[in-house]
């Protein structure tokens, strides 16, 4: 009688485990989906770590983020990996997503633009430099190292590259260049002095003060600093979409101002 009476009551005990359990399992996927992940060059760090807070105080959802060079996260994203947004720093990584179909081109637009600048270590006596044509740059490094973005992938290495080459400066300098895997990598070589100048977005240069700026490149010396955004193709969440749109409101772009972007 006893064995029988226990045997019955397996489904019962089951039920109830079953009943304690679901909650958390049904409750995982809308949690998940409160989630914003967001894949953004490097140089977007501070502002969109503000942004961020400014739209989980609204209850809109929490950002997941990952920064890195925008032809980095443009490869992870071609490889599967599981982001909602993409904000690139140039138009060439969010044009190689879109013509593999991996963005929504409906979503797609320019959030915000920068300025190149040429920075030195804030202790150089290196005072300002004029940034015209021929311009004595490799005379100015003296046998140190120029830190930029790898010109063969980073886009703050590619505007770089382009603004020594309208200059007529880059053939001189770039047996001297130090090849970073970010814009930010590069801002870091010439904080500690590892490298005697550098090649950085006006943003990143004001984040620091153990960098100087000695120079701004011609706007016409290079193509225009923008940054794309848009969503991923397959993670057009609901919240993916209210965070794009977010990025285009008055709190947003008061941030991106701040830090030194210009708002398209």
């Known amino acids: 009688m006893y064995r029988k009476n226990a045997t019955r009551c397996v489904p019962v005990i089951l039920l109830a485990a079953i009943v ?31 942004i961020g807070k400014l739209f989980a105080e609204q209850k809109s959802g929490a950002l997941v983020t990952s920064y890195l ?10 490889s599967g990996a ?34 190149l ?24 490094l003296a046998g140190g190292k120029l830190a930029m973005g790898d010109p063969d992938h980073v886009p703050a290495g590619i505007y770089g590259k382009a603004a020594l080459e309208k200059l007529g400066v880059w053939n001189s300098v770039q047996g001297s260049v130090a090849r970073l895997n970010d814009v930010r990598a590069a801002l870091a070589l010439v904080e500690r002095g590892e490298a005697s100048m550098g090649i950085v977005y006006a943003t990143d240069a004001a984040i620091t003060k153990k960098v100087k700026v000695i120079g701004i490149f011609p706007q ?3 193509p225009p600093v923008l ?21 285009k409101s008055p709190q947003a772009k008061a941030v991106f101002e701040r830090y030194g972007f210009s708002v398209r």
């Open 20 to 50: 304690l359990i679901s909650p958390f399992v049904l409750r995982s996927p809308a949690r998940a989906a409160e989630d914003v992940t967001v894949y953004a060059a490097a140089s977007l760090t501070d502002a969109l770590n503000d």
């Open 227 to 247: 940054y794309p955004a848009a969503l991923v193709t397959g993670n057009e969440t609901p919240a993916a979409r209210s965070f794009l749109e977010f990025l």
């Open 82 to 115: 599981p982001a909602n947004v993409f904000i690139s720093a140039d138009e060439k990584w969010m044009d190689y997503l879109q013509d593999k179909k991996l963005i929504d081109q409906a979503t797609r637009y320019d959030m915000v633009g920068n300025e």
């Open 69 to 78: 060079s925008s032809s980095t996260l443009a490869k992870q994203i071609e």
């Open 220 to 222: 016409d010396s290079h």
């Open 117 to 140: 600048v040429l920075i030195v270590p804030a202790d150089s006596s290196l005072g300002q430099v004029n940034m015209t044509p021929d311009f004595k740059l490799a005379e100015l």
